[in-house]
């Protein structure tokens, strides 16, 4: 699988739209999570692996290549950590963390779950 880059044909586009390029890589298995949880802070391989409810190395390292190579995440000395770009994603995606436990609650209320 390619690294989703937008103006290149990504899962859903042809013309790789950066909005589709986007929701191609967030869509990946933990690509969202790896974010999620680098927002708490900097994070080793192995504390991130251990955020990521125990991710395969493998994966995780797929993950971590592919959100470099797009500017998301950098490797420090302290280790994996948002990059400011990234910081702007975690900021509007950060919202949909309350909006899905009210949601949640309406499901729970409601005898849905």
């Given amino acids: 699988m390619t690294i989703p880059l937008p103006g290149t044909q990504v899962r859903g586009s042809k013309t790789g739209k950066p909005i589709m390029a986007l929701l191609d890589l967030l869509g990946r298995t933990w690509a969202l999570g790896i974010i999620w949880n680098l927002q708490r802070g900097p994070a080793t391989f192995r504390e ?4 990521c409810e125990k991710i395969s190395p ?7 290549k592919e959100l470099k190579a797009l500017k998301l995440i950098e490797s420090k000395e302290s280790g ?7 910081m702007e994603l975690f900021d509007i ?3 949909l963390g309350s ?6 609650e309406t499901l729970k209320e409601g005898g849905q779950l």
Avoid at 48 to 51: S, T, Y
Avoid at 80 to 86: N, V
């Fill in 58 to 64: 493998t994966l995780l390292n797929t993950r971590l």
């Fill in 93 to 95: 995606i950060a919202p």
């Fill in 48 to 51: 991130l692996q251990q955020r």
């Fill in 80 to 86: 994996y950590q948002l990059s400011h770009q990234g």
């Fill in 99 to 104: 909006w899905s436990s009210q949601w949640g």
